[in-house]
């Protein structure tokens, strides 16, 4: 048997015909970009995860990016995040003059609440939660920080559309929610693309025009801004999508719960707690021989993946903040064991039980 890590063409398969007929009457509309489609979109979006706004923009990171500078995050200001997530979520702070300053995760590989307060200075502006393998992080402690040293809260929830915490959905916690719709991500287009929720009307009237140049109509220009925007093709791919993503969103939690009931008495996988409701955008094991297992598994025609091996601090590119290793604990200790199985909708029990079965074999249980 042969097991991909990911799968985008299944699902589209799955919606050839929709996909293709949306296409083609965008096609004969001739209207490509910033129409009706990116609209609805955002309406439909910002209903699904209980805001007052969503802005579709070019990627996830871009997402990040107008919403710290948006929200008013300024150079030298230092913005607290995770250091086991993506690069995306570092490089956006700095990359607007600002400075990431980590803080070590839980064993749910999201920001350690009880850690923040001793990272927090004068110059603290914002904290950047990850909602890593699409679980929402601890933000009813988050929030309580950021309210207690007037802190902006700006979620990276990348990797978790839908996911949820008390019955309230990612992307509504804090002043802003930043989504990827790449097609690695649990809703995805067919390329690139990104949207922000908010309830903060300011942010959404800015936000609109960064991604659109910085104009406030076609000839005038507020201030310089950015070419990035969900085409309308891929808006309406979204849409399409996101009535099905309730469905695909608790396919990805049967699976997770099935390799959880399958491989807990003998690996270490994730606990799920009774106030949430992760989408599983990755389901993460932890091995000692990861590096060994991961070989053997690919082996048996089942391929995995590691998210992520080097932790932010530890980049070349992070050199120059001092960071070292023993800095994160936690983090560094999970960046060794980490192993991320299989986990798509589209994935069939069969292949999920193979799954088990390899792992298991490659134990000895
Ligand atoms: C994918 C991802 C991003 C970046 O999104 P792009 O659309 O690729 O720019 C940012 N943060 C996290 C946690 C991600 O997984």
Redesign the pocket.
């Given at each position: 048997m042969k097991i991909p890590f990911v799968n985008p063409g299944l699902q589209y398969k799955g919606l050839r015909e929709e996909i293709l007929s949306r296409f083609d009457r965008i096609s004969l509309t001739g209207n490509y970009v910033l129409g009706n489609e990116v609209e609805e979109f955002e309406r439909n979006f910002a209903d699904f995860c209980g805001t007052a706004f969503a802005i579709g923009v070019g990627?996830?990171?871009?997402a990040?990016t107008f919403s710290l500078l948006g929200l008013g995050v300024k150079p030298g200001d230092e913005v607290i995040t995770a250091p086991n997530?993506?690069v995306?979520?570092a490089w956006t702070i700095a990359n607007i003059g600002a400075k990431p300053v980590f803080v070590d995760v839980c064993e749910d590989f999201n920001l350690n609440p009880r850690l923040i307060q001793e990272a927090i200075t004068p110059k603290t502006k914002a904290i950047m939660p990850?909602h890593?393998t699409g679980r929402v992080a601890d933000m009813e402690m988050i929030n309580k920080i950021a309210e207690d040293y007037n802190l902006l809260v700006i979620e990276?929830a990348?990797?978790a559309v839908g996911a949820s915490y008390k019955s309230k959905k990612s992307g509504s916690f804090g002043d802003a929610g930043c989504f990827?719709?790449?097609p690695?991500?649990n809703l995805h287009v067919h390329g690139?693309?990104?949207i922000i929720t908010t309830n903060n009307e300011d942010l959404y009237n800015r936000a609109l025009k960064m991604r659109n140049h910085g104009l406030k109509n076609r000839n005038e220009c507020e201030f310089w801004g950015w070419n990035s925007r969900l085409d309308e093709i891929q808006a309406s791919i979204a849409n399409l999508k996101l009535s099905y993503l309730d469905k695909w969103n608790d396919r990805f939690l049967e699976l997770a719960n099935y390799y959880i009931k399958e491989l807990s008495n003998h690996i270490e996988v994730p606990s799920i707690k009774e106030f949430e409701k992760p989408v599983f955008h990755r389901f993460i094991i932890q091995h000692n021989n990861r590096d060994d297992l991961k070989f053997f598994l690919e082996e048996k025609g089942v391929m995995t993946a590691v998210n992520y091996p080097i932790p932010l601090h530890l980049h070349e590119a992070s050199s120059h903040y001092g960071y070292k290793i023993g800095d994160f604990p936690m983090a560094e200790k999970q960046a060794n064991k980490i192993l991320s199985l299989p986990i798509y909708p589209e994935l069939e029990n069969s292949q999920a039980k193979y799954v088990v079965e390899c792992v298991k074999e490659f134990l000895k249980v």
């Amino acid at each position: 048997m042969k097991i991909p890590f990911v799968n985008p063409g299944l699902q589209y398969k799955g919606l050839r015909e929709e996909i293709l007929s949306r296409f083609d009457r965008i096609s004969l509309t001739g209207n490509y970009v910033l129409g009706n489609e990116v609209e609805e979109f955002e309406r439909n979006f910002a209903d699904f995860c209980g805001t007052a706004f969503a802005i579709g923009v070019g990627n996830g990171s871009d997402a990040l990016t107008f919403s710290l500078l948006g929200l008013g995050v300024k150079p030298g200001d230092e913005v607290i995040t995770a250091p086991n997530s993506f690069v995306a979520s570092a490089w956006t702070i700095a990359n607007i003059g600002a400075k990431p300053v980590f803080v070590d995760v839980c064993e749910d590989f999201n920001l350690n609440p009880r850690l923040i307060q001793e990272a927090i200075t004068p110059k603290t502006k914002a904290i950047m939660p990850v909602h890593l393998t699409g679980r929402v992080a601890d933000m009813e402690m988050i929030n309580k920080i950021a309210e207690d040293y007037n802190l902006l809260v700006i979620e990276d929830a990348a990797q978790a559309v839908g996911a949820s915490y008390k019955s309230k959905k990612s992307g509504s916690f804090g002043d802003a929610g930043c989504f990827s719709l790449h097609p690695l991500k649990n809703l995805h287009v067919h390329g690139d693309g990104g949207i922000i929720t908010t309830n903060n009307e300011d942010l959404y009237n800015r936000a609109l025009k960064m991604r659109n140049h910085g104009l406030k109509n076609r000839n005038e220009c507020e201030f310089w801004g950015w070419n990035s925007r969900l085409d309308e093709i891929q808006a309406s791919i979204a849409n399409l999508k996101l009535s099905y993503l309730d469905k695909w969103n608790d396919r990805f939690l049967e699976l997770a719960n099935y390799y959880i009931k399958e491989l807990s008495n003998h690996i270490e996988v994730p606990s799920i707690k009774e106030f949430e409701k992760p989408v599983f955008h990755r389901f993460i094991i932890q091995h000692n021989n990861r590096d060994d297992l991961k070989f053997f598994l690919e082996e048996k025609g089942v391929m995995t993946a590691v998210n992520y091996p080097i932790p932010l601090h530890l980049h070349e590119a992070s050199s120059h903040y001092g960071y070292k290793i023993g800095d994160f604990p936690m983090a560094e200790k999970q960046a060794n064991k980490i192993l991320s199985l299989p986990i798509y909708p589209e994935l069939e029990n069969s292949q999920a039980k193979y799954v088990v079965e390899c792992v298991k074999e490659f134990l000895k249980v």
